[in-house]
């Protein structure tokens, strides 16, 4: 599930839709699912993307919104208005649908990246590697 709980605008959805993948995983299946790194959103500009708050934005309020101006690999860009999940809301909305964390990824910089990538020097992103408990 990649990048798509920063585009659901509640956590309760966010919830449903974790309980429904926990249903239809056969017993210890794999769900993965990413998000920009929170420490990625707390920069203005980083290697990908530069960051604007939206009014009332706060790290602790879970629905805040931000702009993302991504760069692509061409050096166009496009604009997004996502959501804003804490890292404890989005963990525990896994763990209640019954999933436990075997793993986090943060992806690292590469050998000899693409110009738009030279700048890469914190983790843009954040993948969860979650397994469904055996019940
Ligand atoms: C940033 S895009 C990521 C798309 C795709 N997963 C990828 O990696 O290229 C966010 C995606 O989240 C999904 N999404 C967000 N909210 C959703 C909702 N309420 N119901 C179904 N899909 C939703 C849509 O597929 C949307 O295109």
Redesign the pocket.
Known sequence: M???V???PSLI?IKKVFKETARVLKAKGQFIFSNLNPLCIMIKKTACETQTHLKDFSYFQDGSKYRSQVRLSDNSQMEFVDVHWTLESLTGAASSAGFYLKRIIEPRPIKNPPKCLVNYTIAEHIIFDYQKINS
């Open positions: 990649n990048m798509v920063l585009n659901i959805k």
